[in-house]
């Protein structure tokens, strides 16, 4: 081959090396078709959930003898940097710590699972017997690194203010709300949360109107946090301020679905009149296991009102 042929080849394999790397660049910057891009359907997480979840609790005693993919995922988090979290929407944020704290919660259950404990005021497998569960375990995620304490109190509550996450986070326990068998994820997740609010309020094992009495029973996560949902129901900025009851009921009537305004209509009172009963919260072990008939016994009295399938997000209908 003469040298002009030679410096001819070279000239078109090096202009199609430069096209090649410059096609390939403007792919990975695209940030929708990279390999390494992070996964914000949470598929690992939703496929472990649907090996381990039923009646909306989870077997603990299976999953503990394969913890490995779990513990994948959660890696996956962490791996997230702090320039890629800046990139996240909103609402991929949201689903990511909410995917994190019930991932990681599920992860430390599975760590100390079966839980014993010598506490009597809680219930011997609540993990209320593990000290400094939620003050003690750290993950670091974009940069953020938060105890599950701070992924609820300074990350969901402060940060996103949006209280109908006290319904998607899941803190081990039949009192509180109820795990799914798919991840969160961005698109749907306000439709989503609104679904979770109405099972929780719809649920008479959480919340329940006596209309002869003027009175409502709820849990005492409600007392724990009025203020996280006055805001949502116009009274954030209220003069004068309404009392806790006030705010409770105002949200029950209007977050809680159609059923439950209809019980609270009955009661034929003001909201200000309406007496609230704040009830102990239920520590027990959200438990998929004949050793803990309690947890079964108590979900399967109470179905859940919404049947989530096998899906990577919620659509609005």
């Known amino acids: 081959m003469s040298k002009g042929a030679r410096r001819v080849l070279f000239s078109s394999l090096s202009r199609l090396c430069i096209s090649a790397a410059l096609a390939l660049s403007l792919f990975v910057g695209s940030g929708c078709g990279s390999a390494f891009a992070f996964d914000h359907r949470h598929t690992a997480f939703t496929?472990?959930?649907?090996?381990?979840?039923?009646?909306?609790?989870?077997?603990?005693?299976?999953?503990?003898?394969?913890?490995?993919?779990?513990?994948?995922?959660?890696d996956s988090?962490?791996?997230?940097?702090?320039?890629?979290?800046?990139?996240?929407?909103?609402?991929?944020?949201?689903?990511?710590?909410?995917?994190?704290?019930?991932?990681?919660t599920i992860y430390l259950v599975l760590k100390y699972y079966p839980v014993k404990g010598k506490k009597a005021?809680?219930?011997a497998s609540s993990i209320r017997q593990i000290?400094?569960?939620?003050?003690d375990n750290k993950i670091t995620i974009g940069g953020k690194t938060a105890t599950l304490a701070q992924i609820e109190h300074n990350l969901l509550r402060r940060d996103f203010r949006d209280p109908r996450t006290h319904f998607a986070v899941v803190?081990?326990?039949?009192?509180?709300?109820?795990?799914?068998?798919?991840?969160f994820s961005a698109p749907g997740l306000d439709q989503w949360l609104d679904r979770k609010a109405r099972e929780y309020l719809g649920s008479p094992r959480n919340v329940r109107v006596d209309t002869k009495s003027g009175t409502i029973y709820v849990p005492q996560l409600f007392r724990w946090f009025p203020l996280d949902f006055a805001k949502s129901v116009g009274l954030g900025r209220a003069f004068p301020p309404p009392t806790d009851d006030q705010i409770i009921v105002a949200y029950l009537r209007k977050k809680g679905g159609s059923d439950l305004r209809t019980q609270i209509?009955?009661?034929?009172?003001?909201?200000?009149?309406?007496?609230?009963?704040y009830e102990p919260f239920d520590w027990t072990l959200n438990d998929l296991c004949p050793e803990n008939p309690d947890a079964t016994k108590k979900a399967a009295s109470t179905p859940a009102l919404y049947n989530f399938p096998r899906v990577l997000s919620v659509e609005k209908k």
Do not use: C, H
Request: glycine share 8%.
């Open 47 to 74: 496929d472990e959930l649907q090996k381990y979840v039923g009646m909306s609790l989870i077997d603990y005693g299976s999953w503990k003898k394969s913890p490995e993919n779990l513990k994948r995922y959660i």
């Open 77 to 104: 988090l962490t791996a997230i940097g702090e320039e890629e979290y800046k990139s996240f929407s909103e609402d991929e944020k949201k689903a990511l710590w909410l995917n994190a704290y019930n991932a990681l």
């Open 121 to 123: 005021y809680y219930p």
């Open 131 to 135: 000290d400094g569960f939620w003050e």
């Open 171 to 183: 803190p081990a326990a039949v009192g509180g709300a109820t795990i799914e068998r798919v991840a």
């Open 265 to 277: 209509d009955r009661v034929g009172k003001k909201d200000s009149e309406i007496r609230v009963i």
